[in-house]
Structures are given as structure tokens and as C-alpha cells.
């Protein structure tokens, strides 16, 4: 079946520094969304991506949809503690389709 | 303006017993998606419900089938159930759209 790959599993970080967590598939998707979810809450929407190529901000996020349409990247600027959390990626192939997810990367800051 | 809700937050249940989750999409949303976490794991899709049909199911037995109702609250029961059936349970809702916004979750232990 689809898969998305997310890795590492996990990234240790000092408060201050930026970070950048990638996803790839061997399958061609229309949409790349990034989720963030912290310990016994639901994952919860930071940035869509619709076009290939496309750049799309959200406070310190950055993220970029690829051009093949098989990766994108996420990047955090000026890590914070509460940036600590569950990073995971997700496509879709329409609208109102099933959200496919990675397996998630998990980010700690050190103060 | 409530985002999603999902109750109880917490169930535990014997094997083969049956359970219902209940969920309310954010408001003005129509669609609802129900989602399986296992730990460690990103969200496995199950099913979907637009005006009151399943309109996409995933890779799931039909020990588990699920209902929308006219306001657009959804419930998902799970028959027969089994220990691999604990996982943390996601309701998200969207409005023919990408994005797709969940809910807390409700964790449910088999024993």
C-alpha cells in the first residue's frame, strides 16, 4: 500500500536552532499536509500544500511541497520548548479524501 | 467556536465485547473521518461519512461500522472486540476541503 517515509524517528535539538524534518513516497500525491501532535491530544493542522513547488509559511514554519509531488519538507526556525511534539506528514489524493500518514518524527528541545 | 469533540476520553472494555465512540464535527463541517492510532504509529484511516453515507472505508474488517446523523455527529462502533483493537480513536471533520481538523481522541484499552 501507499507509504510515507519519515525519518529519523526521533531529533534532539537545542532551544534557538532551526530544524528540518523531511517525507518522501514513491507514489505521486495532490496534496502534503504537516500535523503536530503533543502527548494525549488529537494531531492538529499547520500548514496544507496544494501545488508542486509551493512554499508556505506559518509563523516560524516553513514547509515546501516538492516538485515531483513525492516529498516535502518542514522547517522550524528558532526552536521553542513547546515545539516539543509529534511531527507527522500526511496526503491526500482529492478533496475530502483519506488523510495517508507517516509514522512521525519526534522532536525534543533542550533548553 | 467549538473545533471538534469526541467523548468518552477514556473506555475499557473486555474482549468481545462492543463499543461506541461518539464525535461533533467543528461547526459548519459536514464530512467526518474516524482514524486508528496505534502507539508509535501515525493515524490509520477507517472510514468516511458525508451526508449520512460511508462514502470511503479503509483496510478495516466490518466488525467496525460507524453512522453519521442529521446535525452531522458521527458515531463508530466496533464489534467483537479484540486486544489489538487499543489504540487511541481520532474523529476529524472537514468541509469539502484538504484539511481536515481532529478531535482529541478517545483511548480505548481491551483487556
Known amino acids: 500500500g501507499q507509504q510515507l517515509n519519515q525519518s529519523p524517528q526521533s531529533m534532539f535539538i537545542q532551544e534557538g536552532e532551526d530544524v528540518s524534518m523531511n517525507c518522501t513516497s514513491s507514489?505521486?500525491?495532490?496534496?502534503w499536509l504537516w500535523y503536530k501532535q503533543d502527548p494525549g491530544e488529537g494531531p492538529v493542522l499547520l500548514i496544507a500544500?496544494?501545488?508542486?513547488?509551493e512554499l508556505t509559511s506559518n509563523g516560524r514554519l516553513t514547509a515546501q511541497f516538492g516538485i515531483t509531488r513525492k516529498d516535502s519538507f518542514l522547517n522550524i526556525s528558532a526552536s521553542i520548548p513547546s515545539d516539543v511534539g509529534i511531527y507527522f506528514c500526511?496526503?491526500?489524493?482529492?478533496?475530502?479524501?483519506?488523510?495517508?500518514f507517516g509514522k512521525g518524527i519526534t522532536l525534543s528541545v533542550r533548553p | 467556536d467549538a473545533g471538534v469533540t469526541q467523548s468518552p476520553t477514556h473506555l475499557i472494555k473486555t474482549r468481545g465485547q462492543q463499543v461506541t465512540l461518539r464525535c461533533s464535527p467543528k461547526?459548519?463541517?459536514?464530512?467526518v473521518s474516524w482514524y486508528q492510532q496505534a502507539l508509535g504509529q501515525g493515524p490509520q484511516f477507517i472510514f468516511q461519512?458525508?451526508?449520512?453515507?460511508?462514502?470511503q472505508r479503509g483496510n478495516f474488517p466490518d466488525r467496525f461500522s460507524g453512522h453519521q446523523f442529521p446535525n452531522y455527529s458521527s458515531e463508530l462502533n466496533v464489534n467483537a472486540l479484540l486486544l489489538g483493537d487499543s489504540a487511541l480513536y481520532l474523529c476529524?471533520?472537514?468541509?469539502?476541503?484538504?484539511?481536515?481538523?481532529f478531535g482529541p481522541g478517545t483511548r480505548l484499552t481491551v483487556t
Open positions: 476529524a471533520s472537514s468541509l469539502e476541503q484538504y484539511e481536515q481538523y
Open positions: 507514489s505521486i500525491f495532490n496534496t
Open positions: 500544500l496544494y501545488k508542486a513547488g
Open positions: 500526511a496526503v491526500a489524493t482529492g478533496a475530502n479524501s483519506k488523510l495517508t
Open positions: 461547526s459548519g463541517h459536514d464530512t
Open positions: 461519512y458525508y451526508e449520512e453515507e460511508e462514502r
